[in-house]
C-alpha cells in the first residue's frame, strides 16, 4: 500500500518512526519534504511561496497515495493537517489515525497525567489541548488493514512503538517510573 504520513513537524521523531515501520512492513511511504531539524531555524525557514508549494507538494503525495496515517499525537491536529485530511477523503483515500481521540477530547486525567502533560509541551502541545475532530470513527493505527492480519508482527510493531515512546521521555529529559501500574500511553 502505498501510505502518506501527515501531522505537524514538530513530530519529526514520529514521523520517521512511522517511516521506518512501515516501510520494513512493506508500505511504500511519502513522508514530509523537509524537517524541523534540518534547517537552523526550524519550521520558519520558509517564505509563503515556499510554503504554498511543500503544501501542494505534500497533497500530490496523497494524490498518489492509498492510504493516509494521520499522526495525531496528544490529539493535536493543525490547520494544514486538517486540510490533508478533508483532501484524502475527497479523494476517496482511506484514512488511519495514530490515535484515537473524541471531538474536544485531550488528555485525561489517570496515573500518568503528569507525565504525558510534560512530554505534549516539551512538543510544543499545550497539555489542556483537545482534538477539534472526531477520530473514533477512523480507523486506527492498529488496524490489520494496515498492518495485516498476523498480530505477532502488529505486535512486535507495538512493543518497538512502546519504547519509542519511552526513548522521548528520556529525550526530553521526563523521568518516569518504567513499571508503573496502570496504563502508560494512550494506545
Not at 17 to 34: K, P, R
Not at 61 to 84: H, M, P
Not at 103 to 121: A, F, K, Q, V
Request: with cysteine.
Amino acid at each position: 500500500m502505498k501510505i502518506t504520513l501527515c501531522g505537524s513537524a514538530r513530530f519529526e521523531e514520529y514521523f520517521k518512526f512511522w517511516n521506518e515501520m512501515l516501510s520494513l512492513y512493506g508500505h511504500t511511504v511519502y513522508t514530509l519534504s523537509v524537517y524541523p531539524s534540518q534547517k537552523e531555524e526550524g519550521k520558519d525557514w520558509y517564505n509563503e511561496e515556499e510554503k504554498k508549494t511543500l503544501d501542494q507538494v505534500h497533497l500530490d503525495k496523497i494524490s498518489n497515495s492509498d492510504a493516509i496515517l494521520v499522526l495525531n499525537v496528544f490529539a493535536y491536529l493543525g490547520e494544514s493537517t486538517l486540510k490533508e485530511i478533508e483532501f484524502a477523503r475527497n479523494s476517496g483515500k482511506e484514512v488511519f489515525f495514530l490515535e484515537s481521540w473524541g471531538i474536544n477530547n485531550g488528555i485525561s486525567r489517570y496515573s500518568h497525567y503528569d507525565y504525558l502533560c510534560d512530554l505534549s509541551e516539551s512538543f510544543g502541545v499545550p497539555s489542556n489541548f483537545t482534538s477539534p475532530i472526531n477520530t473514533h470513527k477512523d480507523r486506527q493505527v492498529h488496524s490489520p488493514y494496515l498492518l495485516g492480519g498476523a498480530s505477532a508482527t502488529r505486535s512486535k510493531i507495538f512493543t518497538c512503538y512502546d519504547l519509542f515512546k519511552l526513548s522521548l521521555y528520556d529525550m526530553a529529559g521526563i523521568k518516569i517510573d518504567k513499571t508503573p501500574k496502570g496504563p502508560l500511553f494512550l494506545d
